[in-house]
């Protein structure tokens, strides 16, 4: 019955509007779909996730928040961190950010990086707009090269034409093949548009431990000559990581032109994690997992397990070699024997 008054609704519209029967079913189903989508996109984004400031906002007093309480020993990081997405968000960007993390393993470059999708995305890292892109995992051979090229430069068009403000993290850059990351060149640039899309909105973190021993050399030196670690500055650190980079011709990163080019927006540098940093992550795991509530925290516990882990250099024993993280599993072992 309704399927005979809409045919003959749009042969009466047919013989009005002058267009031929077939194409008015047409016109009137798209008018008809596009006023559903219309009235529903709102509810709908209200449930599931979409590209909007409901979903997608930063909020820099948690971001503050969470970078103070959850992380150890960085003073470099969270300045860099907060002023670099705060102005990147807030203002219209001239080009992607591009914030590179060098630092050693377990020193925090994968922890900061869920703690800025969290920040800005209601869904963090289960975000649809937030990619992350493990070197090691998604780039195992090297004859693969232009094929991952290919897949890299499909992933982040498609993602960027669904949503502006994406969030693409590279983990483990140093250990990409050569030239994959070239094909990201285009869309860091100052361009306001590639092939109608605009590319300005979109951030990239890249991870790696490039010029994690240049860094930790020069902690260990301040360390040593008894100044206080949170007066290293940002430009030193820059200054050491940039140059370094450019010296390590295998990784897959800075073989590339990219830092030549200058669309890195700022270095982040991850400081070696000393023993007070390591307790207080041994801590963290502690009560995360409720061995102990944080008033009742065993110091012989926290004891043991630090003295799981390994530290360097080897005649001064000042850091943890793999930082924080090795800290999960050592904390199980160890609580093992305590729980009898
Ligand atoms: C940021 O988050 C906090 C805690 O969830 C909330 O109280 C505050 O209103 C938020 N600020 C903005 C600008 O959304």
Redesign the pocket.
Known sequence: MDVVKFIVFCGLFSMISGIEPISAIGAIGTAVVAGIYTVFTPIKCHFHECCTSNWI?L????LREDLQRRLYGQHLVSNVVIKYLKSHMTKEPSRALALSFHGGTGTGKNYVSKIIAESIYRNGMRSKYVHLISATKEYPHKDMVPLYKDKLRELVENSVKECAQSLFIFDEIDKMPPGIIDTLKPYLDYYEQLAGVDYRNAMFLFLSNTAGEEITKHTLTKWQSESLREDIGLNEMERIISKATINTKTSGMYHSDLIIKHLITAYVPFLPMERKHIRQCIKDFLVAKNYYKRQDISEDAVRKISEELNYHPADLEVYSVTGCKRVPEKVDYIMEDYQE
Do not use: A, I, P
Request: net charge neutral; charged share 0%; proline share 0%.
């Open positions: 906002n909020n820099t007093t948690v």
